[in-house]
């Protein structure tokens, strides 16, 4: 880690960017996601998956832009696999019923 260039780690498809992006985008993301809750599959899955398709255009560049993209993609996807998660957790929990 210590041997490669500053060149050869700017070109890495990930990097200290990514990992930024991915962090800010999971916190917007999420909280309006569950701002919005009730309505989060009309108002916050359309916007997500168009900015879902946005961020894997600019992922496809390269450099810091691709960087860039790739944290914009992995933090878009926060919202959505959080209401899946949210919705079977909530399904097995009513199949148990009260404790």
Do not use: C
Request: proline fraction near 7%; glycine fraction near 10%.
């Amino acid at each position: 880690m210590a041997d490669e260039s500053v060149i050869e780690a700017a070109k890495s498809p990930y990097g200290p960017i990514t990992f930024l992006v991915a962090v800010l985008h999971i916190l917007v993301v999420e909280f309006a996601t569950w701002l919005f809750m009730p309505y989060s599959i009309v108002f916050v899955l359309p916007v997500v998956l168009f900015y879902l398709a946005i961020s894997a255009l600019v992922m496809r560049a390269p450099g810091q832009l691709g960087q860039i993209g790739r944290g914009m993609f992995i933090g878009s996807l926060s919202g959505p696999l959080s209401l899946l998660i949210f919705g079977a957790v909530w399904a097995i929990a009513n199949a148990i019923g009260p404790i």
